[in-house]
T-cell receptor
Framework: EAGVAQSPRYKIIEKRQSVAFWCNPI?????LYWYQQILGQGPKLLIQ????????DSQLPKDRFSAERLKGVDSTLKIQPAKLEDSAVYLC?????????????FGEGSWLTVV | QQQVKQSPQSLIVQKGGISIINCAYE??????FPWYQQFPGKGPALLIA?????SEKKEGRFTISFNKSAKQFSLHIMDSQPGDSATYFC????????????FGAGTRLAVHP
C-alpha cells in the first residue's frame, strides 16, 4: 500500500514570496490533515478535511495560508506571502476516518526555508 | 500545545537498557493516548497507543503505562537498541474530537552501542 505522498520535498523562498505544497493521501482515506512542524517542536494541526469539507482550521493563519481539497482526494497548501517564521516542515497526513483513535499516517513532509 | 508536557527533553541510554519517556496532560476529555516515533527526515509514525479503560499495553519491547488519576502516561522501551534512536512524541486526542492529535514537544532518544 502506497503511503502519503508529498511534493516538493524541499523549497527555499524569499520572504513575501508564495509557495504551494501538494499532498496525495493513502487511497480511500477520507480524512486529510496538514500539520506544521517547527524545528525542535511537535507537529501542530493547521487544517483537517473530511472528504472535501473543512472540519477544523482553527489554527490556520488565514491571512496568509490557504488549503483546498478538490474532489476529496489530493490537497494543496499555499502560503502567500511567506514570513520568516513560516520556516518549518509541512506534514500531510491521512486517516480512514475522522473518529478519535483512527491511525493517522504521515508523509515525509515538505521542508520550507524562508530567507 | 500547552495541554501536553513531555519529559525528558532528551535521553541517552546504553544498548540493552530501559528508556522511559513521560507525558502529562491537562485535558480530561482525552480518550486516546498514542506514542509516535519520528526518524530524521521522516514523518511521525504510530508506535503504540492505549485507551483509558486499561492501565498498561505491551507490544514487543514497547509498553505504555497509563495513570488516569495522575493524568499521565509513559512509554517504556525495554532492551533499547541503536535503531530505536529517534524522537518520540505523545499525542493524545479528544473524545469525539475529530481525531485531532495534540502533540507534545518531543523527546530525543539516543541509544549508544
Amino acid at each position: 500500500e502506497a503511503g502519503v505522498a508529498q511534493s516538493p520535498r524541499y523549497k527555499i523562498i524569499e520572504k513575501r514570496q508564495s509557495v504551494a505544497f501538494w499532498c496525495n493521501p493513502i487511497s480511500g482515506h477520507a480524512t486529510l490533515y496538514w500539520y506544521q512542524q517547527i524545528l525542535g517542536q511537535g507537529p501542530k494541526l493547521l487544517i483537517q478535511f473530511q472528504n472535501n469539507g473543512v472540519v477544523d482550521d482553527s489554527q490556520l493563519p488565514k491571512d496568509r495560508f490557504s488549503a483546498e481539497r478538490l474532489k476529496g482526494v489530493d490537497s494543496t497548501l499555499k502560503i502567500q506571502p511567506a514570513k520568516l517564521e513560516d520556516s518549518a516542515v509541512y506534514l500531510c497526513a491521512s486517516s480512514s476516518s475522522q473518529l478519535s483513535g483512527n491511525t493517522i499516517y504521515f508523509g515525509e513532509g515538505s521542508w520550507l526555508t524562508v530567507v | 500545545q500547552q495541554q501536553v508536557k513531555q519529559s525528558p527533553q532528551s535521553l541517552i541510554v546504553q544498548k540493552g537498557g530501559i528508556s522511559i519517556i513521560n507525558c502529562a496532560y491537562e485535558n480530561t476529555a482525552f480518550d486516546y493516548f498514542p506514542w509516535y516515533q519520528q526518524f530524521p527526515g521522516k514523518g511521525p509514525a504510530l508506535l503504540i497507543a492505549i485507551r483509558p479503560d486499561v492501565s498498561e499495553k505491551k507490544e514487543g519491547r514497547f509498553t505504555i503505562s497509563f495513570n488516569k488519576s495522575a493524568k499521565q502516561f509513559s512509554l517504556h522501551i525495554m532492551d533499547s537498541q541503536p535503531g530505536d534512536s529517534a524522537t518520540y512524541f505523545c499525542a493524545p486526542s479528544i473524545s469525539g474530537g475529530y481525531n485531532k492529535l495534540i502533540f507534545g514537544a518531543g523527546t530525543r532518544l539516543a541509544v549508544h552501542p
